[in-house]
Structure formats: structure tokens, C-alpha cells
């Protein structure tokens, strides 16, 4: 058995919340529904970004409610242009800063971090090839999507990265079909597969988990993928209140695993006995509707997943493993 | 300065080296792609001191030019056709969120089918979209106008995206000879690019918020008083360009237009040709002439009027190069004609189309063309519709 | 704020630019919410846990380390309530 050398900070004592910077570079005011997981989830990452920090949003939720004019909840310099070309835009921002840099004209030593935000529609699937595109030229721009598994801002519509099984407004639960009826798209393993230096996922349910992560991703050079579970209390179908709550069981249960892949090296940061998935699924009404043979099925897969993302971890981290990223 | 012979595709790329040009962000397509392929060699060689951002599409070349430009550096990208209208959405959104890329545009027709030649409809299909638009009718023109372009979008007053039409092959593929500039003639010419309200993290500003109905309207009219105003930039940037460099350039471009009675007016290399033709034809007695739309956005109204309206020119025959399905057929035939509208003593305006998806355009077409409007003033009617030069039936 | 909500075309800058970094926190969205949470200070271990955990950042430091919500912005979603390890935060009806 490989033994391998896992985060602790993550899982202090209560007290270590206090520990987060403490500025907010996400400003209050904006319009995000209650227990909005996306707008929580940004907020921890503006705060390990810091300042320096030009922010590129993809059009969907967190660009509606930070931005009817005149009111930004932008405290850094941010841009939005369309839903697709969130990487695109900032694929341009970066080379501006590059040649920038090396004409002088700004000062070279002068680390400044660009950040996407876009949601799982603008990242799965409408903006899949500008990221791709992204990640291959190697930009030095973390990517976050932020995940609430439906085309939320529209009103609750299926992409592919809803969940199996799950009632949308166009993957609706009826008489003969049972909601979404295919398996999310696994976007970290695409962005793996693209041999970047990093990769991760979080979940602002476990916010220094998640802060310590973005400021590894912006630490290391080039393109940083980072995969948001955004809880959605008004697409799901959970009471609010329990944001934070369903986060946690989704990350308990191995519904979204935590885990991060350094040039190459997977690292699972929340690997403890799983709950059974139905725990996660059973107080949400898009799943109400499952019978106990689908949540069988589903339970199945993310076992699968658990297991399968255990051997990568500790295939990819054998002293004779190789990676190809970085190199 | 020194003329040299040169494919005007380098030409095009060498005057955006000489702008010295940024970030370039492009994506192959036929006919354009030399120009691009230029920039590349002189960033791989050191000659150009840019960023090279081989994109994987033109959608993403426009939103990589855009964000570049909103960044501080001065962008650049190049396309045709297809090309242009895949990044439709992202050069509507440049110009409204006023970021002054300059595009070179090898115009090409769109598909299908398809085809990769000459003509006007991928330009006619973004007129809308905000942009200045300027027409070049040889490799010199597309050398200046390029160059140029980065001062007029650049000016603060301006802060627009400038395109540059030339026709895909008939010029991007053609060996012209071009008056080159070294970079110390013009370097005080074009003044260093500051976007006023660029991505700045000592300066936070918010781009492209959300425009709820209270905001939508004041916005587009701030982003049409700016398209509006940028002409006196423009006639000041061409002013001094003459000034300096002695090659002048107008809005619209008058061929024997003072005392013909007739005259085609056109866009981009036609004419040229149609010069020649007017030249022939003089000779043996017709009092023709050619009028050429350069400045296509913002529409050059006072002029066009100054230039038709001067109680000579009986009919104007507007050559369209692209067809606008189920309307009057001819786009710049539309727009002349009702420009023209309220004026006493304005010509009769008849509308023709040749040269579609790269077909040539002959000696004799372009005489028919002439000869259409001959037939129209002798019958006192002007047709609604644009008749089709060269068509077989 | 020096931005106008319905202003003037003249008065936009170039492209709808803000240039007034973070000025929603003039935008209160406090009268969202029908429930309030309430501190319960002699329970209250000062954590911090509300505060992280809070999507409008609506808990506010004091000078002794304790956390009190600011229900200018506050809209009542009740994940502090929920997430309280010391149990000390009660959501209540607003009075009106």
C-alpha cells in the first residue's frame, strides 16, 4: 500500500474558519437567490485569489446577480463578453499580460491571477471548446466552474452535468422516462487528460479546503482547472437553509468526490467511509421521484468512481510513476 | 519609404507589424490565411514582439482579440466568410463593449454552397454590428487603411473596432507594388494604445454588466453617437496621413464623377476595374463614371449626397457584391437610394449585381451595367429590384 | 455612488464600464428575508462559522471576536442557523 501524505489543514477544529482572509473581494449586495452555493463558493475563492486578481465571468448566474448596472459586486477588475468564451477572453487577457510584461509597460514582477468563473452549462457544454482550447495553449488561468448541475439561470434546464436521474425542466420525470438519463460528464478527468499542472475539486462546504487549493492552482504555472460543487437550493429543491448541509453530504456520500491532481498525481482530500448515496438524495425534490432500483444504479457508480479514483491515486503516486504534465 | 513588388496579404501583415500589434489571435481560413501566417514567422523570429494566439476557432479569436484589447494591448485578428460568421456574436459584443480591435477582412462568400472566392456577403452580414467599415481597392490601400485603422479605433474619443475589407484572392493572393514604410518614418504617427478604462487591478473596473430595460437603450445610443462621431477621427486621421505620406483617402472616392452622367458605384477592387472601363469607354464618347463607397460605417451620408447630387449624374448603378434573399436584392442599393431619399435633384438609383462567389466580372458585363442604367433613364423608370449581371438563364 | 440606476445616455462611460469597484454593498438586499437569525451571545463559542459559511458575508466581526449578523444584507436563507456547531443562532419571524 502507498502511503500518501494528505492535507490535514483542512479538517482542524471548528476555530480554524477564523484562519480565511478575511477581505472580500466578492461584495454583498449581489443578487444571488438564498443559500446560493455558487455565490459562497466564489466568495471563498476571491479570497484566496487576493487583489491581484482579473476575474472573467461566463454568462449564467453569478454574472446576472453581480452586475445590473450601475451595481458590480466586483471589488477586482472583472469582464464578462458571452456565455461561451469565458477561457477565450482569457486566453486574450493573459497574452496581453505576457507581451505586456515583457515590454515593460506593466511591471514584470507583478504576479497578477486570472480567474474564470463559468457555470456548468458554459464549461460542459456550451464552452467546452474554449476551454479545451485554453488548457492545450496552456494559459496561465485558473478555470472554475462552478457547478449547480442545470442551466439555473435560465430556469432549471438539463446540461450535461446533471445528474443521473435528475428532474429538470427538460429532463422532466414522467410516465415513461425518469428525469436525465445519462451520467454527468466527468469535466476534471477532461481537464487531466489535457496534462495541465493542476486539477481540483471543491465543495464551500469545506471552504479551507477549497481556499487552499485555489492558492495552490494560481501558485503553479499555466492552466488550473478547478471544479466547483455549487449547491442550487432553487433548482434542487432543498430548503436553503441546507446549502452548506447538502455540500457536505455529496462530498460524504461520493456523490462529488475532493480530490486534486497535481502534474499528474491524484490526491484524494476527503477519503473516508462513504454514506449511502440515498442519505444525499433523499431530501432534494429533483430526485423524489427515483425508485430504489435507480438510486441502486446510482449508488453503484459512484462506488465505482470511489474506487476507481483510490487506484489512480495510488497508481500515480508508486516512486517509479511518471507524469506527463510539466514536463 | 520604398516600393516594393509583395503579396498583399504580407503587405496587410506588415502593416500591422508596423503598428506593432500585440497579441494577434487568429484561426486558418482560406482566403486570409497568409496574412496570419506572416505574423506568426515574425513573432517565431523575433521581428515582432507579440503574443501569437493560435485559437481553435474564429469565435475564439474574436473573444481572445476582445479580451486582449480590454487588457491594454494593442489586437489584431484577420478572417473570411465562414469565418467572420462564427465570430458574428463576439463582434457585435467587441464594438459594444468598445474594445478597438482592428480586423483585416479578405472578403469571401458564404455558404452554401460553398466557396471559397470573392465577394461581399460576409461583410454585408456584419453590417449591423457596430463596426467601423472601410473598403480597400488594391494591396497599397489595404497597407495604409490597415495601418491606419489601429489610430482611428485607438482615439479615445473613438474606442470602436475597425475592419478593412479587401477582396478575398483577387487581392490577398495578388503580387502588387506597395509603398512600405519604415518604422522610424511613422513612429510618432501612431501614438502608444490606452484603453481608458482598461483591466487594471490598481483600478477595478466592471465590464459588461447586465443592461436591464432601464439601461439597454441609453447604451446603444451612447455606442451609436460614437460610431456617428468617429468620422471627424477618421477624415483627421486620413487628413494627416495625406499630409505626411501624400496618399490621400476619402469617404467616398469620386472617377470622372464630376461631369458624367453616369456612374457605377462600388465597392473594394471592382474599381479598379471599373476605371479601366471608363477609361475605354470615354474614348469612344460615353460620358461615364465610377464612384467608389470606401467608408461603408459610419455611413458617409453628406458625402455621397455632395458627390451624386451635383445635377450631371442622371442615374447611379450601384454594383452590390451580395444579395439580401427576399428584399430588394442589393444591400448598398438600398442604402444609397434612401439616402438620397429627400434630395431635389438626386439621380436615379438602379441596382445590379455581378461577381457572386468569385465569378469574374467583364469588360463587357461592366458595359452592360452602364448600359442597364442608359435603359432605365431612357424608359423613366428606376426597377425596384437589382437585376443580375452575368446570370445564365 | 456617483452611478445613476436610470441615467442619462451622456452620462455612460465607454461600453457600460462600472468604474466603482464593489458598489453593490449599496444595493441592500435585507428585506428579502422573512426569517432573521438571532445571536445567542451566551452560547456563542465565536467561531467563525456563520461568517464562513455566509453567501452575503452578512456576519460582521466585533471588537471582541463575536459575530453578529448585519440584516441590511442578510436574507435570511438560515445556513448559519443550521451550521451553528454551538447551536447558538435561532432563525425568528421578522416584526412588521
Known amino acids: ?327 | 519609404m520604398k516600393r516594393v513588388g509583395i503579396e498583399v496579404s504580407i503587405a496587410i501583415a506588415e502593416a500591422a507589424a508596423l503598428a506593432e500589434v500585440e497579441v494577434v489571435s487568429a484561426y486558418p481560413i482560406t482566403p486570409q490565411t497568409h496574412i496570419v501566417e506572416h505574423l506568426a514567422e515574425l513573432v517565431a523570429n523575433g521581428e515582432l514582439n507579440a503574443e501569437f494566439i493560435t485559437v481553435e476557432s474564429e469565435h475564439t479569436a474574436m473573444s481572445a482579440a476582445l479580451g486582449a484589447s480590454l487588457a491594454g494591448a494593442r489586437a489584431f485578428t484577420s478572417t473570411s466568410s465562414q469565418g467572420l460568421a462564427l465570430m458574428n456574436e463576439i463582434v457585435y459584443i467587441t464594438s459594444s463593449m468598445r474594445a478597438p480591435v482592428v480586423m483585416a477582412l479578405a472578403n469571401r462568400s458564404l455558404s452554401a454552397p460553398i466557396s471559397i472566392w470573392n465577394d461581399h456577403s460576409d461583410v454585408m452580414n456584419e453590417r449591423d454590428t457596430g463596426w467601423i467599415s472601410i473598403f480597400a481597392n488594391n494591396g497599397q490601400e489595404a497597407y495604409d487603411l490597415t495601418f491606419m485603422a489601429f489610430k482611428i479605433g485607438e482615439h479615445p474619443n473613438v474606442l470602436l473596432p475597425v475592419m478593412i475589407n479587401f477582396d478575398g484572392f483577387i487581392l490577398t493572393h495578388v503580387i502588387e507594388p506597395v509603398w512600405m514604410f519604415d518604422k522610424e518614418e511613422v513612429k510618432d504617427f501612431l501614438p502608444p494604445y490606452e484603453h481608458p478604462y482598461k483591466l487594471d487591478v490598481d483600478r477595478p473596473t466592471s465590464h459588461g454588466p447586465v443592461g436591464l430595460p432601464d439601461i439597454y437603450t441609453e447604451a446603444k445610443k451612447q455606442q451609436e453617437e460614437a460610431i456617428r462621431n468617429s468620422r471627424k477621427i477618421i477624415d483627421a486621421v486620413w487628413d494627416e496621413f495625406a499630409e505626411r505620406f501624400g496618399r490621400r483617402y476619402r469617404a467616398v472616392e469620386e472617377y470622372y464623377a464630376d461631369d458624367a452622367e453616369i456612374v457605377l458605384l462600388t465597392q473594394g477592387s471592382v474599381t479598379e476595374a471599373a476605371q479601366v472601363v471608363v477609361d475605354e469607354m470615354r474614348k469612344r464618347g460615353k460620358k461615364w463614371g465610377v464612384v467608389e463607397l470606401r467608408l461603408w460605417r459610419p455611413f458617409p451620408f453628406e458625402d455621397l449626397k455632395k458627390v451624386l447630387c451635383n445635377n450631371n449624374i442622371k442615374c447611379v448603378v450601384v454594383l452590390d457584391r451580395a444579395i439580401s434573399f427576399g428584399g430588394q436584392l442589393g444591400i448598398v442599393m438600398s442604402e444609397v437610394r434612401s439616402a438620397l431619399y429627400h434630395e431635389k435633384n438626386k439621380p436615379m438609383v438602379v441596382g445590379v449585381t455581378a461577381g457572386l462567389g468569385g465569378r469574374d466580372i467583364r469588360f463587357d458585363e461592366y458595359v452592360k451595367m452602364y448600359e442597364i442604367g442608359e435603359k432605365c433613364l431612357k424608359e423613366e423608370k428606376e426597377p425596384d429590384k437589382v437585376i443580375i449581371v452575368g446570370l445564365r438563364e | 455612488m456617483r452611478l445613476k440606476e436610470r441615467p442619462k445616455w451622456q452620462e455612460l462611460l465607454p461600453g457600460c464600464v462600472i468604474d466603482e469597484p464593489g458598489n453593490s454593498v449599496n444595493y441592500k438586499t435585507g428585506d428579502w428575508k422573512t426569517l432573521k437569525p438571532v445571536v445567542d451571545k451566551q452560547k456563542c463559542i465565536r467561531c467563525g462559522t456563520c461568517w464562513i459559511f455566509c453567501p452575503e458575508y452578512a456576519y460582521e466581526e466585533d471588537e471582541y471576536g463575536y459575530f453578529n449578523p448585519n440584516y441590511d444584507y442578510c436574507k435570511g436563507c438560515g445556513i448559519c442557523a443550521v451550521e451553528c456547531p454551538a447551536r447558538c443562532i435561532r432563525m425568528e419571524r421578522e416584526e412588521e
Open chain 1, 1 to 327: 500500500m502507498i502511503e500518501v501524505k494528505r492535507p490535514k489543514e483542512a479538517f482542524l477544529s471548528v476555530f480554524a474558519y477564523r484562519m480565511a482572509p478575511k477581505e472580500e473581494l466578492f461584495t454583498r449586495g449581489h443578487r444571488a437567490c438564498q443559500g446560493c452555493g455558487a455565490a459562497l463558493g466564489l466568495r471563498h475563492v476571491m479570497k484566496a485569489a487576493g487583489r491581484n486578481t482579473i476575474v472573467v465571468n461566463a454568462t449564467g448566474c453569478m454574472e446576472i446577480v453581480s452586475s445590473p448596472y450601475p451595481y458590480t459586486s466586483w471589488a477586482v477588475p472583472w469582464i464578462h463578453v458571452a456565455f461561451e468564451n469565458a477561457a477565450a477572453v482569457a486566453s486574450g487577457i493573459d497574452a496581453a499580460i505576457k507581451v505586456l510584461k515583457r515590454k515593460g509597460k506593466l511591471d514584470p514582477n507583478k504576479k497578477i491571477n486570472i480567474v474564470v468563473f463559468a457555470g456548468d452549462g458554459g464549461t460542459a457544454d456550451i464552452g467546452l471548446q474554449a476551454l479545451s482550447g485554453m488548457m492545450a495553449r496552456g494559459h496561465n488561468v485558473l478555470y472554475v466552474c462552478y457547478d449547480n448541475e442545470a442551466y439555473m439561470n435560465t430556469g432549471v434546464q438539463g446540461s450535461s452535468a446533471t445528474p443521473y436521474g435528475a428532474h429538470t425542466t427538460t429532463t422532466p420525470a414522467g410516465k415513461v422516462k425518469f428525469g436525465q438519463g445519462y451520467w454527468k460528464k466527468n469535466l476534471p478527468e477532461i481537464a487531466v487528460a489535457h496534462g495541465i499542472p493542476y486539477v481540483a475539486t471543491v465543495c464551500p462546504s469545506f471552504p479551507l479546503d477549497l481556499i487552499r487549493k485555489v492558492k495552490r492552482a494560481l501558485e503553479l504555472p499555466g492552466a488550473a482547472y478547478i471544479h466547483l460543487f455549487a449547491v442550487c437550493p432553487t433548482g434542487w429543491g432543498i430548503p436553503p437553509a441546507y446549502a452548506v448541509k447538502a455540500g457536505r453530504l455529496a462530498v460524504e456520500t461520493g456523490i462529488f468526490p475532493l480530490y486534486e491532481v497535481e502534474y499528474g498525481r491524484y490526491r484524494l482530500t476527503f477519503d473516508k467511509k462513504l454514506k449511502p448515496v440515498e442519505e444525499y438524495l433523499k431530501f432534494q425534490r429533483r430526485f423524489r421521484h427515483l425508485t430504489p432500483d435507480l438510486i441502486k444504479t446510482i449508488q453503484e457508480r459512484v462506488d465505482a468512481e470511489f474506487a476507481r479514483l483510490r487506484v489512480m491515486e495510488e497508481a500515480t503516486n508508486r516512486p517509479d510513476y511518471r507524469s506527463v504534465s510539466g514536463i
